[in-house]
């Protein structure tokens, strides 16, 4: 069965919140400490609607096996043309193509979108993130030591960033 791509909706809200609860839990793809719930979360999703930001879902057979969405780079109006990327993929389906299928499409809507670069920021010790990210065609643009801090340890934070046109000047 072949893998589906589409907009997020209100019941793939289940899906999207275990898949972060547990990437909150057990992993350092989120530095956040604090559990997510389905309110929150449709909280989450009606403003990345309101905002033009999309959310994506890639699903088999019906069942969501991960999820990529991005957002603002930074709250400043001279970061308007840059966005962030983040892309979770549940443990049981990883490498198995679904996080490059969730992050090329994401890609595509941010061209669409006529943005300019798209940043991803990603703790140096997940090498399969780094990896994903570089076969999209990101590079490695800087690397910050100990920022962050989780499972009692100190993580990196590795920035990647790909150009998504070429424009000499920003429209407008």
Do not use: C
Not at 17 to 36: D, F, L, P
Not at 52 to 69: D, N, S, T
Not at 118 to 134: D, K, R
Request: net charge neutral; charged share 20%; proline share 5%.
């Amino acid at each position: 069965m072949s893998i589906e791509l589409g907009d997020a909706a209100e019941a793939d809200l289940p899906a999207l919140v275990e898949i972060q609860n547990h990437a909150v839990r057990e992993t350092t793809a989120s530095w956040s400490y604090q559990s997510v719930d389905i309110e929150g979360r449709k909280a989450w999703l009606a403003e990345k609607a309101a905002k033009g930001h999309p959310v994506i879902v890639a699903r088999r057979g019906g069942e969501v096996l991960g999820y990529a969405y991005y957002g603002p780079y930074r709250p400043w109006d001279g970061y308007l043309h840059t966005v962030e990327n983040s892309v979770y993929v549940r443990t049981d389906v990883h490498r198995q193509g679904v996080g490059a299928r969730l992050l090329d499409a994401l890609i595509a809507r941010a061209k669409a979108a006529d943005l300019h670069v798209m940043v991803a920021a990603i703790e140096a010790g997940n090498a399969p993130s780094i990896q994903l990210h570089a076969k999209a065609g990101f590079t490695e643009v800087g690397r910050l030591p100990q920022v962050g801090a989780k499972f009692g340890r100190w993580l990196d934070l590795v920035l990647m960033q790909r150009m998504l046109n070429d424009a000499a000047n920003p429209p407008g």
